[in-house]
């Protein structure tokens, strides 16, 4: 099994800045893949940025390109969401999800939630007008 802690969400003024972190731990070498998703009340969850951990390969939301950076510390095994000039319609929860990596998958379907295997909590980000 795979355990993911999601940190770092918050209230922000429109503009503003957060990082997000996902702490891994558990069966951490299984994991192939990573990605942080959002949900927004009444809206589906939608993927905002993916990677493949041992490539490096990502996918962005068009919604977030040039804004949102999605990163990794296999060190520490902390997945890292860098979220710059926020818009009020970025307010969701926010979720860090793991898949297995050898449940191979393509660049196309990284932003795929129903792709992953497992999930956080979620941490709440608000971005105020």
């Known amino acids: 099994q795979v355990q993911l802690v999601e940190s770092g969400g918050g209230s922000v003024q429109a503009g503003g800045s957060l990082r997000l972190s996902c702490t891994v731990s558990?069966?951490?070498?299984?994991?192939?893949?990573m990605g942080w998703f959002r949900q927004a009340p009444g809206i589906e969850r939608e993927g905002v940025a993916a990677?493949?951990?041992?490539?490096?390969?990502?996918a962005y939301a068009d919604s977030v390109k040039g804004r949102f950076t999605i990163s990794q510390d296999n060190a520490k095994n902390i997945l890292y969401l860098q979220m710059s000039s926020l818009k009020p319609e970025d307010t969701a929860m926010y979720y860090c999800?793991?898949?297995?990596?050898?449940?191979?998958?393509?660049?196309?379907?990284?932003?795929?939630?129903?792709?992953?295997?497992?999930w956080g909590q979620g941490t709440q980000v608000t971005v105020s007008s």
């Open positions: 990677m493949a951990t041992r490539s490096g390969a990502a």
């Open positions: 558990g069966y951490t070498n299984n994991v192939g893949y």
């Open positions: 999800a793991a898949k297995n990596f050898w449940q191979t998958i393509g660049s196309s379907s990284y932003l795929n939630p129903v792709q992953y295997n497992y």
